[in-house]
C-alpha cells in the first residue's frame, strides 16, 4: 500500500491507499466542518471568499482565506519535498512512511489541542487541518502516479464522468477492463469519503475534535499493517 510506487504500485495497491486516504479525509471534513464551521478539505470556496472580501475591502478577513490556502499549499510542497527527497536518497521501500507520519502528527496536534482552540483560534485550528490535507492530497498523488486524489470530490467527479462517456466509445476489451477499474477505484473512494464523514459525524457527538484522534490511529494502522503484509511476503519468499 505505501511500500511500492513507480512500476512496482497496482490497482489493488491504488485501491488500498485510497481506502484509508478518502475514510480519514472524509473524518477530517465532517469534523472540521462541525467543530468549526469552515471547510477543512479544500480551498477552491476559500478562493472565492478570499477575492470577494479583497475586493469590498475587509483585508483582515480576506487574509484568514488567504491563510487557509497557504496551508494546503504548504502541506502539498512539504510533503511532495519530503517524497522527492527519499527518493532521491532511495530510500525504497520507506519513502512514504516519514509523510504519513507527518499527517499523523498534524491529526494528533488538532485533536489533541484543537478542543480547546476552537473557540480561542478557530482559524489556526483550520489552517492545521488544511495543511494536513494539503500534506494527503499531494502524498497519494505521488504514490498513485496521479490516479487517487482523496481529499476533494470536484476532480474525482470530474474523472468519473469522462471515464463513464468513455464506455460508450471506448469497446475494444482492455480499453474496457481499465476503464471499469478506474470507475471501480473512483466509486470506491466516494463511497468511503462519504462512509469515513458518515463515520466522524456518529463519533463527533461524543469525541468532539477528538475524533480526529481515531483518524490519526487509522493511519498508524495502515502503516503497520503495510509493514507486516510487506515482511510476510518476504518470509514466503524466503
Avoid at 490497482?11 to 472524509?26: E, F, I, K, W
Avoid at 512512511?97 to 482559524?123: I, K, N
Amino acid at each position: 500500500m505505501f511500500t511500492h510506487h513507480g512500476d512496482q504500485r497496482t490497482q489493488t495497491h491504488n485501491l488500498q491507499v485510497a481506502s484509508l486516504l478518502a475514510v480519514v479525509a472524509g473524518m477530517v471534513n465532517i469534523t472540521g466542518f462541525f467543530a468549526l464551521l469552515r471547510l477543512t478539505t479544500n480551498i477552491t470556496g476559500h478562493f472565492a471568499y478570499f477575492m470577494s472580501d479583497l475586493f469590498r475591502g475587509e483585508l483582515r478577513e480576506a487574509l484568514v482565506f488567504l491563510a487557509y490556502i497557504l496551508s494546503f499549499f504548504v502541506g502539498s510542497l512539504g510533503s511532495s519535498f519530503f517524497i522527492e527527497r527519499g527518493i532521491r536518497r532511495k530510500k525504497g521501500e520507506t519513502v512514504y512512511y516519514l509523510p504519513v507520519l507527518v499527517e499523523t502528527a498534524l491529526l494528533l496536534l488538532a485533536g489533541f489541542f484543537g478542543g480547546a482552540a476552537t473557540s480561542e483560534a478557530p482559524d489556526l485550528v483550520a489552517c492545521v487541518l488544511l495543511l494536513a490535507m494539503g500534506w494527503q492530497n499531494a502524498l497519494v498523488t505521488r504514490i498513485s502516479n496521479s490516479m487517487v486524489r482523496t481529499t476533494h470530490l470536484t476532480g474525482l467527479f470530474t474523472d468519473l464522468g469522462i471515464e463513464l462517456s468513455q464506455l460508450f466509445f471506448y469497446r475494444h476489451k482492455d480499453e474496457q477492463q481499465r476503464l471499469r477499474s478506474s470507475i471501480r477505484l473512483r466509486l470506491q473512494i466516494l463511497v468511503l469519503f462519504f462512509g469515513g464523514g458518515i463515520f466522524a459525524a456518529f463519533l463527533f457527538k461524543s469525541l468532539r475534535m477528538h475524533t480526529l484522534l481515531v483518524a490519526a490511529m487509522l493511519l498508524v494502522a495502515g502503516l503497520v499493517y503495510d509493514r507486516w503484509k510487506q515482511r510476510t511476503s518476504a518470509q514466503i519468499k524466503n
